[in-house]
């Protein structure tokens, strides 16, 4: 089945520096590839994806990037807040439509202000 | 629009005990979808629902059941419980219109579970 490894584990920024979080995936026919932010204490939240055709995407501060040869997408934010401190989730859908995403261990950001 | 909800928010049970999970939406979404989330291991699907009337395991379905009662409301029981469940468990739902998997996955608040 799928596998999906999220590299670092904790990350650690000084406000307004950048931050990238990176995926592995291990089904090269996998098409989906949302991130999820999850505050302390709070639910995961939807805050960017992308799609298999598509190399990049951009909201305003964060972006992601897809290599879908090296099967790895990247998650990147610019100027960071103090707010963007949480815990932040690569997933994968996998090619059988059988809707189930397979998520990453996670990575703790903290940007120190 | 509550979105989606869960209850209840806490519990703590014996080893051995059994419960029930609850979980509703009110966004008409036709998947739903129970995860567990452990410190260091991310969400880990246990059971989903692509459609009312169908369940199907996901990656650790061992000790769980669920139920999809109506398109609204999907359960996960836990019949004898163990102290490798304590866990927070989250409910999700997504739309999946047309036959699209890339629809969001929309969180309950999840739910933090106890064994002793």
């Known amino acids: 089945g799928e596998n999906v490894e999220q590299h670092p584990s904790t990350l650690s920024v000084q406000e307004g520096d950048s931050a990238v979080i990176k995926c592995t995936y291990s089904d090269s026919a996998s098409n989906y590839f949302p991130w999820y932010k999850q505050e302390l204490g709070k639910r995961p939240q939807l805050i960017i994806d992308?799609?298999?055709?598509?190399g990049e995407k951009k909201d305003q501060r964060i972006a992601v990037t897809l290599n879908k040869t090296a099967k790895h997408f990247s998650l990147h934010i610019t100027e960071t807040q103090p707010e963007d401190s949480a815990v932040y989730f690569c997933a994968v859908l996998g090619w059988d439509s059988s809707y189930k995403l397979i998520f990453g261990s996670g990575t703790r950001l903290l940007v120190r202000p | 629009n509550a979105g989606v909800t869960q209850t209840p928010k806490f519990q703590v049970l014996k080893t051995g005990q059994s419960m029930t999970l609850q979980c509703a939406q009110d966004m008409n979404h036709n998947s739903m979808y129970w995860y567990r989330q452990d410190p260091g291991m991310g969400l880990r699907l246990i059971y989903y629902s692509a459609s009312e009337g169908t369940t199907d395991k996901g990656e650790v379905p061992n000790g769980y059941n669920v139920s999809r009662l109506n398109k609204r409301e999907f359960s996960l029981r836990l019949e004898s419980a163990a102290p490798s469940q304590t866990s927070v468990y989250f409910c999700?739902?997504?739309?999946?219109?047309?036959?699209?998997?890339?629809?969001?996955?929309?969180f309950g608040p999840g739910t933090r579970l106890l064994v002793l």
């Open positions: 999700a739902s997504s739309a999946r219109t047309s036959g699209r998997a890339e629809e969001t996955q929309y």
């Open positions: 992308i799609r298999s055709n598509v």
